[in-house]
Nanobody, 114 residues
Framework: QVQLVESGGGLVQPGGSLRLSCAAS????????MGWYRQAPGKQRELVAE???????NYASSVKGRFTISRDNARNIMYLQMNSLSPEDTAVYYC????????WGQGTQVTVSS
């Protein structure tokens, strides 16, 4: 079973930036459509961004222009660069395939607050 480990979250002020990382125990990024998801308190998990094996990307309208998804296939790592963060971005962020077929990792908490 592939293990996913998210990291890079933290507390940041509005307008700040964070870069999240997703490490996989096996090379899956070059095979699967991959996504970053998030779940805010009291809300359903939602897709934030996705990247194909051909590096085509799509973003939720709420993050378009602020977030950038990328992959490093050689290192089995996927990234989410998040800029111009707002309190509405506060959530636990997860990575998975798209659609999500792997066991979810523990996620990484992102808190945007002054």
């Amino acid at each position: 079973q592939v293990q996913l480990v998210e990291s890079g979250g933290g507390l940041v002020q509005p307008g700040g930036s964070l870069r999240l990382s997703c490490a996989a125990s096996r090379n899956i990024f070059s095979t699967y459509l991959m996504g970053w998801y998030r779940q805010a308190p009291g809300k359903q998990r939602e897709l934030v961004a996705e990247v194909s094996s051909g590096d085509r990307t799509n973003y939720a309208s709420s993050v378009k222009g602020r977030f950038t998804i990328s992959r490093d296939n050689a290192r089995n790592i996927m990234y989410l660069q998040m800029n111009s963060l707002s309190p509405e971005d506060t959530a636990v962020y997860y990575c998975n395939t798209r659609p999500a077929i792997l066991v979810w990792g523990q996620g990484t908490q992102v808190t945007v607050s002054s």
